[in-house]
């Protein structure tokens, strides 16, 4: 199975810290290339968080942060905004299926 | 400014072809790979294939491979996808994403999408 599981929806209010998950197993986040993080709002396009498990690409505020652990990643979020309610979509890529896969999305309200 | 402009919502019969690009702006198409990924309502985003816009090769998912065709003009800095055989089940938002030069398979530009919508 090459699926990503991340929890359908999460919530916190502004300045909190909330934490998304994404669970894959060893032929996805637990190979070489590890999990990406992408925030989408609707009608944009996705932005890209976070790449190679907790690398910021240029211009991501530091309050986006992110880990792996065996199969598994998590995306943290500080100090929480109102903009800051999206989508947010982990991905990796696939050795047995020589793909790139995706999970199924966390979304985020800000309370 | 570098962004990723593609074509415009396409409404399309069972059984049609539908031909979607993107359009490089502010960058140069050849140095980065180009993939495509779509985004069916309720569904999670799936991959289907890239293109290498300097030498032209391509690399297909298994689940499109036969219905499917990218490909680039590199004096137009535009990558199309182009997929047949059109089902209502293809409806669907339709992003190409530039992958980064790091590797991880991560894709640091995307265009903002394009609507497919399938009906008889």
């Known amino acids: 199975q090459s699926l990503l599981t991340q929890p359908p929806s999460v919530s916190g209010a502004p300045g909190q810290r909330v934490t998304l998950s994404c669970t894959g197993n060893?032929?996805?986040?637990?190979?070489?290339?590890?999990a990406n993080w992408y925030q989408h709002l609707p009608g944009a396009a996705p932005k890209l968080l976070i790449y190679?498990?907790?690398n910021r690409p240029s211009g991501v505020p530091a309050r986006f942060s992110a880990s792996k652990s065996g199969t598994s990643a998590s995306l943290v979020i500080a100090g929480l905004q109102a903009e800051d309610e999206a989508d947010y979509y982990c991905q990796s890529f696939d050795t047995s299926v020589s793909a790139p896969v995706f999970g199924g999305g966390t979304k985020l309200t800000v309370l | 400014q570098v962004h990723i402009v593609q074509s415009g919502a396409e409404v399309k019969k069972p059984g049609a072809s539908v031909n979607v690009s993107c359009r490089a702006s502010?960058?140069?198409?050849?140095?980065?790979?180009m993939h495509w990924v779509r985004q069916a309502p309720g569904q999670r985003p799936e991959w289907m294939g890239w293109i290498n816009p300097d030498n032209g090769k391509t690399y297909y998912s298994q689940t499109f491979r036969d219905r499917i065709t990218i490909s680039r003009d590199t004096s137009a800095a535009t990558a199309y996808m182009e997929l047949t055989s059109l089902r209502s089940e293809d409806t669907a938002v339709y992003y190409c994403?530039?992958?980064?030069?790091?590797?991880?398979?991560?894709?640091?530009?995307w265009g903002r999408g394009t609507l497919v919508s399938v009906s008889s």
């Open positions: 994403a530039r992958e980064t030069n790091w590797g991880y398979w991560s894709f640091d530009l």
């Open positions: 190679n498990n907790n």
């Open positions: 060893r032929s996805n986040i637990g190979a070489v290339y590890g």
């Open positions: 502010g960058y140069a198409l050849t140095k980065y790979a």
